[in-house]
């Protein structure tokens, strides 16, 4: 029998919701902790003098004074955009037509479907994020070259086909019929196949007509365990745009809800520019909503109101919204999440962005009975930070009253030189990254 592995350093424990619940009373950090692996799980965590007399026999890595983590979980992405990232800032539909939409023509092609996908989860990797939810480009390839690039590393993912059957290019455009088939036999394949969860995918209600809408809701309706992503209220200009297009509905919202496509496992990108009745409706339903920090800043979209949308009990994601986002770091997200959140009046404690970033995105994600926690039972992906990995963080974390005031400095400044290790199904992945591809 295999004797296991035991992980020993300070461990990040959430026993509930950080953003529901004082942070004190469900999440500390555990000075003499350790976790115990052990066939791709976590069998159990505690204190690393009675797991090491536990499981004499288990192989050891002893982190010292690194903190042991449940691996990131990024909430959305889109993988397909990683070579235009930190292109010169324009707004969000000047960015998708210059260029967002002449990089995805590029992913008919599926070698090169496949050479940015490996490309994107080494660099997810390399940042201490294990599991990733994106958009793939209309074309079924892109799909495929994602979850089988997932598959390969042992990675729990999330994506699906993006559809659009107007205003983007034709090289860009499917039908509402192509968007429903191609989806569905994808999901068909994909969707519970080893650590592959599908999420049907409109790119957002402006690139796709009532009739792909419906479409994509009747799917849904068919498949109800899929989760359904989208983007909703990112920008002004956007919300205007919508308005045009759907002058029946209430609301930009109102533009999914009247197509099939809202209820609890739907997750929604951004949502800055909420109306009451949306905020009220998505409280109802319980879908969830993904915090892009990085990206609402880059392109000027806004502030999103965390604390208010959190006190109202909607399940919040974070994510790097990777190309519009301008950082692959999920610790960079939590810095921008913290200064957003300053902008806004509320101080985010370290132990929410930590949560945000692992339990509360596998909680948007519908896996957080699988993949979030250092829990037994859980899947053991795991993610080990530095807290001194710079100059600057050590002499900072140095001084340091509590874990939390250590912690912080890798928060606002750290990166992947942050990033002392990464598990994934209990199989040890040392940070190293392929040389980039000329």
């Known amino acids: 029998m295999d004797a296991g592995d035991l992980l020993i350093g300070h461990t990040f424990e ?86 967002t939409f002449p990089e995805e023509m590029r992913f008919s092609d599926p070698a090169y479907a496949r050479l940015i996908a ?97 479409a994509i809701g009747a799917l849904w309706e068919e498949f109800p365990d899929c989760l359904m992503q989208t983007h909703l209220s990112e920008q002004p200009q956007e919300i205007s745009w919508v308005r045009s297009l759907f002058p029946e509905a209430r609301d930009y919202l109102d533009t999914y809800e009247r197509h099939g496509l809202l209820g609890a496992r739907a997750v929604f990108g951004h949502a800055i520019h909420l109306e009451p009745r949306e905020i009220d409706r998505i409280a109802e339903t319980g879908a969830a909503l993904v915090h892009c920090p990085t990206s609402n800043s880059f392109i000027g979209s806004g502030l999103m109101d965390v604390a ?77 930070l530095n807290l001194y990995s710079t100059t600057a963080i050590a002499q900072r974390a140095e001084r340091a009253n509590n874990p939390w005031e250590a912690l912080f400095p890798t928060i606002m400044m750290g990166d992947d030189r942050a990033i002392a290790d990464v598990w994934i199904a209990g199989q040890r992945r040392v940070n190293t990254l392929a040389s980039p591809t000329p």
């Open 118 to 214: 490996d490309r994107y989860l080494d660099i997810a990797l390399a940042n201490g994020t294990t599991t990733a939810c994106s958009y793939a480009t209309i074309h079924p390839g892109s799909v495929n070259a994602y979850f089988e690039a997932a598959e390969a590393r042992g990675m729990r993912c999330v994506a699906g086909k993006t559809c659009m059957d107007r205003n983007a290019p034709q090289g860009l455009q499917d039908t509402a019929q192509s968007a429903y088939d191609d989806s569905k036999v994808l999901l068909q394949h994909w969707h519970g196949r080893g650590r592959a969860t599908y999420a049907i995918t409109p790119r957002f209600s402006p690139t796709s007509t009532p009739e792909q809408l419906s």
């Open 14 to 99: 959430v026993s509930g919701d950080a953003m529901a619940s004082p942070w004190q009373e469900v999440v500390r950090i555990n000075s003499a902790g350790a976790v115990f692996i052990r066939g791709g799980r976590i069998i159990e965590i505690g204190d690393r003098k009675s797991l090491k007399a536990a499981h004499p026999h288990a192989r050891v890595a002893d982190y010292g004074d690194h903190l042991i983590c449940p691996g990131f979980v990024d909430a959305h992405v889109h993988y397909p955009q990683t070579a235009i990232i930190a292109s010169w800032g324009k707004q969000l539909i000047d960015w998708l037509n210059t260029y």
């Open 308 to 384: 208010g949308l959190t006190a109202r009990g909607i399940p919040l994601g974070l994510a790097t919204d990777t190309g519009g986002g301008s950082s692959f770091s999920m610790l960079r997200t939590m810095a921008a999440a913290y200064e957003i959140a300053q902008l806004r009046g509320t101080a985010l404690h370290p132990a929410q962005l930590m949560y945000l970033a692992t339990a509360g995105s596998a909680k948007a994600l519908h896996l957080n009975t699988r993949i979030g926690t250092l829990a037994a039972g859980f899947e053991a992906d795991l993610t080990v």
